[in-house]
């Protein structure tokens, strides 16, 4: 890990620190995310278990998907299932995944790509690691985030973004101790490659140890940071986090600061961290299983039109 790098960070636009005097912003709470299963049985994490929905909005969801290594004929994937009402964000860091849909769309992502999947007024959706992966095996690690959307964007027609690893936007910190991956939104006059319905920044940074990242940020913004590998400090008060764990930081004005402790494992050598920030929507939320909405009444439309094949139904080309 990871799989976008480059040799040399100095060759890269380096992020000016936040100017003022204004404070940034400290650690509201830090979380540890319980292990679970998903789909056919591959392992995650729960990012935002535990977290007020109030404070991770526009976002809803958060998997870590592995860090896991397979023996052949281990890896899995999920079965054909329905979206509607938000967007899903994959984004591989090591491993191959192929995805199909019910209305003709698809591809594969790998090793620093991501899929992003508006589901708005619904479809049907497959997850899975090729024939190839499963027979040899091999190393699978990855995130899947859930985006809502405004009530007015619900039901958009289905569209696919799939932003290759070449494509993400390559910055450094100040002190040229930090890889910063900008996938998408805007952080100090640069801007990643996604394309969104909802104003998100997303981040995946590897801050080498003993380095400071320091980012302004969007004062409308919430600002949350999940530790994917390592240990380091989150806030002007340096509170602990390490992997599997969620800072939430308080809301307001202020950049955010992320330090990677001097002593990291062998096993990740550097701290990696997705820093996500969004404009809170700030509508109400109905959310069960694969549909996120803004009430029960259009839950239970959701399900009526998924049982009555109104979502699309699975393409006689997914039984070849």
């Known amino acids: 890990m990871p799989a976008v790098t480059v040799d040399d960070l100095l060759t890269l636009p380096r992020i000016a620190e936040p100017a003022g005097s204004t404070p940034d912003r400290s650690v ?3 979380t540890t995310a319980p292990m679970g299963y998903e789909g056919e049985g591959f392992p995650v994490r729960r990012a935002f278990h535990g977290v007020d929905q109030a404070l991770l909005d526009p976002f809803i969801h958060l998997d870590q998907m592995g860090e896991v290594e397979y023996a052949p004929g281990e890896p899995k994937g999920t079965p054909w299932h329905p979206h ?3 967007e899903t964000v994959t984004y591989m860091i090591d ?4 995805h199909q849909d019910s209305q003709g769309g698809g591809g594969v992502i790998t090793n620093g790509d991501t899929q992003w999947m508006t589901a708005g ?6 997850e899975k690691p090729p024939e190839a992966l499963v027979m040899s095996g091999g190393l699978f690690h990855g995130f899947q985030l859930w985006v809502n959307l405004p009530a007015r964007d619900k039901f958009l027609a289905p569209r696919y973004q799939d932003l290759r690893a070449d494509q993400v936007r390559l910055l450094t910190s100040s002190d040229g101790g930090a890889l910063v991956r900008l996938i998408a939104g805007d952080v100090a006059g640069y801007t990643g490659p996604g394309a ?4 998100i920044t997303m981040i995946h940074a590897t801050i080498h140890p003993g380095a400071r990242l320091r980012l302004p940020w969007n004062a409308e913004f919430n600002a949350l940071a999940y530790v ?3 240990f380091g400090t989150a806030g002007p008060e340096r509170r602990p986090v390490k992997s599997g764990q969620l800072a939430v930081f308080e809301a307001g004005e202020g950049g955010l600061t992320i330090e990677a402790d001097r002593a990291q494992e062998s096993r990740s050598p550097n701290l990696d961290v997705l820093i996500l920030g969004g404009q809170p929507i700030r509508e109400p939320v109905a959310w069960y299983g694969p549909f996120v909405m803004n009430n029960r009444e259009q839950l239970v439309q959701a399900f009526e039109d998924y049982r009555a094949g109104r979502l699309g139904i699975i393409p006689p080309s997914a039984f070849d």
């Open 228 to 230: 994917l590998n390592g």
């Open 196 to 199: 969104t319905h909802t104003p």
């Open 121 to 126: 007024s619904g479809l049907l959706h497959i």
């Open 95 to 98: 491993g191959i995944m192929e």
């Open 28 to 30: 509201r709470s830090v």
């Open 84 to 86: 509607r009402g938000f």
